[in-house]
């Protein structure tokens, strides 16, 4: 007969202690059979009954509660705001290749720098399109979770990580086989399987809530929550696929390290396989595009590493990118469907953009019903008419466009599309200034008003956390916003007074606002949204004049003998500083307190004095915001356009326009190499 179990009132502190950790090494272990291995052993309904028995222990003796306890995963306060986690090693960013023929040259080159004509053993794995963290385990306990954020910090999002049921909170759950590491930094990919994105999305519609654009951003915005209920609440998994820092374990190749976390507990995609030479490489990523399809989840691509850690060490590192590894991503995804109709929308400047409002259609796990048209002679080149079938394409798979129209389907019927005379949404007159329509209502217009003070908020200009699009929208329609200054008179009575909104999220947004009021001078100036000023040009700004007065005193005479200002941006500036309804928010932002910063002065005699860069493409191993800060601490300019004036255009994969013009106007054209020898020369 089987023994009865003590009421939980009637266990003695040692006889709790001996069970709590018994029920913890239970249910760890059912974690990893249900969550990592697919394998459960039990039903839902026992497991629940033995986490229910432990928390009832751990409630009534509350010294006995460890950090690795089951109990655990959803019990932190929410956070006022995220921290920072250095990350020891850092988290490199990959190179990528297109298609198959980029593919075969990363083994071309990596053979040409081990100097070998033999083929290259490599791994090769699914590329998921998710966010990319680091796990960090001391003694087998998890200490702390982060997002890579630029590669060297990123945020602590501990909390949200251990809500994730696949990650262990402490390693090992098959008892000893393997000798844990007294510290390993884990690295790897959070992301929501494609069924769970649609379940999350199907019960924000049906309480009103904003829908997720795809999965990755479901990931993304679920393990930024400040409140960890928020992202127990959402499905969350990962797959793990490398190492930081490891003490207490080596292993000679990459094959062997993923063995080791598997072993630790934690989840490794089943679909990584060891491959040689080219042939290898390209079988690999036709599999795997071939059955993207069915996975269960988002990817772009695969990625591919060197599988000899010895040789790895030997490729090195390329500023932040590794020589031996590439993400190879797939041909981006298409679909047929319909044009139901044409629409205009209404920029922050008043520009017209026209939008295709599509027949639904799915194209890699995402719903897409709009696609831009960018303006009317990209309409008429295209010769889009509304109930024309047309090619939908997610550029880099996310941001949808037309392709092309299916002329041989094209209805009798079908309509050519118009630009209207009059703004749509305030029937103010339009203008056409060179490929461009404009709303010449200013920010009478209600499209307008909201799209300028989204900017003012936004991060690379006051960075105001929470007050979202929807929010901007609310403040506008019931007039408590009519110019960006209004921001700052904002009260806990006015917000209180809209719908959706709780005493909690007033506070932190009224907190955000009164932080925000001494932003660095670029920021500021950024935020003002003048034409033709964008975050390069503000700084150009911010550092020749040192104060917004002094800005708003300079003439179109004086602004054209800086070296980075043209005509019309001259023009633009000035004329800014002319519009009395603009010095009028000015005044009143000064009223209400915010105090701009006044910027470093330019370094003298830095290495790149004087010279102007333009940056173009995809930088490798690089930000565009890191280039550009190199740029200017060595004395030197970093413009958004070419011109005459342009001293030197950085080119990286798949350059546009920029690089075209400065082809045109003779500009000298360097690469990310060049570049960064002459920053550092």
Not at 356 to 373: C, D, K, Q, S, Y
Not at 386 to 392: A, F, N, Q
């Amino acid at each position: 007969m089987a023994k009865t179990k003590k009421e939980v009132t009637e266990l003695s502190k040692d006889e709790a202690s001996k069970e709590a950790a018994s029920l913890r090494d239970d249910l760890n272990r059912h974690n990893y059979l249900y969550y990592v291995l697919d394998a459960p052993e039990i039903p839902d309904v026992e497991y629940d009954r033995l986490l229910r028995r432990l928390a009832d222990i751990e409630a009534r003796f509350p010294a006995i509660l460890s950090a690795d306890s089951p109990t655990q995963r959803v019990g932190a306060k929410p956070s006022e705001k995220f921290g920072t986690i250095t990350h020891t090693v850092p988290m490199l960013s990959l190179d990528n290749a297109f298609g198959e023929k980029e593919a075969s040259e990363f083994d071309e080159r990596v053979r040409k720098l081990l100097k070998t004509d033999g083929p290259v053993e490599y791994v090769a794995e699914p590329k998921i399109d998710g966010l990319a963290v680091e796990l960090v385990y001391e003694d087998g306990i998890l200490i702390s979770g982060s997002t890579r954020g630029d590669g060297v910090t990123g945020e602590d999002v501990t909390q949200n990580i251990r809500t994730i049921k696949s990650v262990p909170l402490r390693l090992n759950p098959e008892g000893g086989k393997v000798k844990i590491p007294s510290k390993i930094e884990i690295r790897g990919e959070v992301y929501l399987p494609l069924k769970k994105f649609e379940a999350v999305n199907k019960e924000r519609a049906k309480n009103n809530e904003p829908l997720f654009a795809n999965p990755r951003n479901a990931a993304a915005g679920s393990l930024r929550q400040l409140d960890p209920r928020v992202t127990a609440a959402r499905p969350l998994d990962m797959f793990c696929y490398g190492v930081g820092e490891v003490k207490g374990a080596s292993f000679e190749t990459h094959s062997d390290m993923l063995r080791l976390i598997g072993s630790l507990g934690l989840k490794v995609n089943p679909l990584i396989e060891t491959v040689t030479g080219q042939g290898g490489i390209l079988a690999y990523y036709k599999k795997i595009e071939t059955s993207r399809e069915t996975l269960g989840y988002e990817l772009d691509g695969v990625v591919i590493k060197v599988n000899d850690m010895a040789l790895q060490k030997q490729l090195g590192v390329l500023t932040r990118t590794p020589r031996w590894a590439v993400a190879c991503k797939f041909k981006a995804k298409q679909e047929m469907t319909t044009v139901k109709g044409i629409t205009v929308q209404v920029g922050r400047t008043g520009a017209l953009t026209p939008v295709a409002e599509l027949e639904a259609v799915e194209i890699g796990g995402v719903t897409v019903e709009r696609a831009t048209l960018h303006n009317e002679n990209e309409v008429l080149r295209k010769d889009v008419r509304i109930g024309d079938t047309v090619i939908i394409e997610r550029a880099g798979d996310v941001i949808p466009e037309v392709v092309s129209v299916v002329k041989e389907k094209r209805p009798k019927a079908a309509v050519p599309f118009e630009m209207p005379s009059k703004c749509p949404e305030c029937r103010a007159m339009v203008e056409k200034i060179g490929a461009i329509h404009f709303c010449t209502g200013g920010l009478s217009c209600p499209a307008q008003l909201k799209e300028s003070i989204r900017h003012f908020v936004s991060k690379h200009a006051m960075d105001i956390e929470g007050l979202g699009g929807k929010h901007i929208d609310q403040f506008v329609e019931a007039g408590l916003v009519k110019d960006a200054a209004d921001i700052y008179g904002l009260t806990e009575k006015d917000i209180l007074s809209l719908e959706r909104w709780a005493k909690k999220s007033m506070e932190n947004v009224l907190t955000a606002i009164e932080k925000s009021k001494t932003p660095p001078l670029k920021r500021f100036i950024h935020a003002l949204g003048i034409i033709g000023v964008g975050e390069s040009m503000a700084s150009v700004l911010a550092k020749r004049y040192g104060s917004i007065e002094s800005v708003a005193k300079t003439t179109e005479e004086e602004l054209l003998s800086i070296r980075d200002v043209g005509p019309e941006t001259a023009r633009s500036i000035a004329d800014f500083f002319k519009e009395k309804h603009n010095l009028k928010v000015l005044e009143k932002l000064a009223r209400a307190g915010v105090k701009p910063q006044t910027e470093e002065a330019v370094k003298e005699g830095g290495r790149l004095s004087g010279k102007t860069f333009v940056f173009t493409g995809e930088l490798k191993g690089l930000t565009r915001d890191e280039a550009k800060a190199m740029v200017e601490e060595e004395g030197g300019s970093a413009s958004g356009s070419v011109s005459k004036k342009t001293d030197y255009v950085v080119a990286g994969e798949a350059a546009g326009g920029k690089l075209d013009k400065a082809k045109a106007l003779n500009v000298k054209i360097i690469d990310e190499d060049a570049f960064l020898k002459l920053v550092k020369k």
